[in-house]
């Protein structure tokens, strides 16, 4: 009877747990602020935020950050012709990009990093190989500073091409909301973290700050 | 008593059947599991775990029949890389594989692990018989 007593209370606690966790943590910088509202001091805290980017699709049409207004949306860094964890990356995507493909208010964007080699076409072709279509999924072509810059703002990490010809990047995936801020960041060459993304992102979705009432 | 008995016999049976295995299964096996290792290291980020590639950017290994029809030539494609259109299970790949950079004996071990992986079965690749298809690349 002991036991039973025992593993309900488990049981309880986990299950509490679990419905406790509805929200996922805010990455990045942040600093408090203090405004006055109706004569009230208030401090507010603003957090790091994605800027604004602009960059050309697999279609050649020009994405800034204005195009992922209102998304929520997955970023990470890739080139086409990467012989290392870029296959892995994008192979634990496809299920993510199959699961909410369907959704308007959701996108993956995948920066190359390697702009010389992926021109539109060569992301246009990659995308087609990898049986992209529609808009859930953009490949962006872009300026290489431009993207290494973004790049530090997603607090991850890319390099030029070191002795062997390869490039170094980390292969993180990283979870945006539509207020821009970092709310996850995953491996991408993990399937468990992938899947752990995949879960976070009904989370966030769920959210009431990323369903306003309009 | 009766259980030390039916232990002796059990002993006896597993070492005489580990010792009545073959010299080539021996060979065989030291070849795969070395193989297992290469493509774990070398094959599998793009090839995948069960060698079902992935989409139509990489070919699966996965096609017994064209394994078996390239058998000549497939040190060389490891040695020298592939570019160009092929058809792997009735689709075409047209991509590039880089040159492997692997020695005539990772070849021989891995070529023996993914022709024997993943629904194929075919014979050991020794080193001899990859050495011998090398000298043939063009």
């Given at each position: 009877m002991k036991k039973l007593i025992y593993a309900a209370t488990i049981i309880l606690l986990i299950s509490a747990c679990k419905s406790n966790n509805s929200t996922l943590p805010i990455y990045g910088n942040k600093k408090p602020v203090t405004k006055t509202v109706n004569g009230k001091q208030v401090t507010d805290t603003i957090y790091q935020t994605i800027p604004d980017f602009k960059f050309v699709n697999q279609y050649g049409d020009t994405i800034t950050g204005k195009n992922l207004d209102g998304k929520i949306y997955v970023a990470d860094f890739f080139f086409t012709t990467c012989p290392t964890i870029c296959p892995v990356m994008h192979r634990n995507m496809l299920p993510v990009y199959n699961e909410f493909k369907s959704n308007p208010d959701f996108r993956i964007i995948s920066h190359s990093i390697d702009p010389k080699y992926d021109t539109v076409p060569v992301l246009k072709k990659y995308a087609d190989k990898m049986g992209l279509s529609g808009n859930t999924w953009w490949l962006l072509h872009g300026d290489k500073d431009a993207t290494y810059t973004i790049a530090k703002s997603y607090l991850t990490s890319?390099?030029?091409?070191?002795?062997?010809?390869?490039?170094?990047?980390?292969?993180?995936?990283?979870?945006?909301?539509?207020?821009?801020?970092?709310?996850?960041?995953?491996?991408?060459?993990?399937?468990?973290?992938?899947?752990?993304?995949?879960?976070?992102?009904?989370?966030?979705?769920?959210e009431p700050d990323q369903n306003p009432t309009k | 008593m009766k259980v030390k008995i039916i232990g002796c016999i059990c002993f006896v049976v597993i070492a005489f059947a580990i010792s009545c295995q073959s010299d080539e299964r021996i060979?065989?096996?030291?070849?795969?599991?070395?193989?297992?290792?290469?493509?774990?290291?070398?094959?599998?980020?793009?090839?995948?775990?069960?060698?079902?590639?992935?989409?139509?950017?990489?070919?699966?290994?996965?096609?017994?029949?064209?394994?078996?029809?390239?058998?000549?030539?497939?040190?060389?494609?490891?040695?020298?890389?592939?570019?160009?259109?092929?058809?792997?299970?009735?689709?075409?790949?047209?991509?590039?594989?880089?040159?492997?950079?692997?020695?005539?004996?990772?070849?021989?071990?891995v070529l023996t692990y993914v022709t024997n992986s993943f629904g194929n079965k075919a014979a050991t690749s020794t080193v001899e018989t990859v050495n011998a298809d090398l000298a043939k690349c063009n």
């Open positions: 890319v390099q030029e091409k070191n002795p062997q010809g390869n490039y170094v990047h980390d292969g993180y995936f990283i979870l945006i909301d539509k207020q821009k801020r970092i709310r996850g960041t995953y491996m991408g060459t993990d399937p468990a973290e992938v899947e752990k993304m995949t879960a976070d992102i009904k989370t966030l979705m769920a | 060979e065989f096996n030291r070849y795969y599991s070395n193989g297992s290792t290469v493509y774990q290291a070398k094959c599998q980020n793009c090839h995948g775990i069960k060698g079902d590639g992935l989409q139509s950017f990489i070919p699966p290994l996965t096609d017994s029949l064209y394994l078996k029809n390239n058998k000549k030539t497939l040190a060389c494609l490891l040695k020298n890389g592939l570019k160009g259109k092929v058809i792997i299970n009735n689709k075409a790949f047209d991509g590039e594989m880089l040159p492997s950079g692997l020695t005539p004996l990772e070849i021989a071990q």
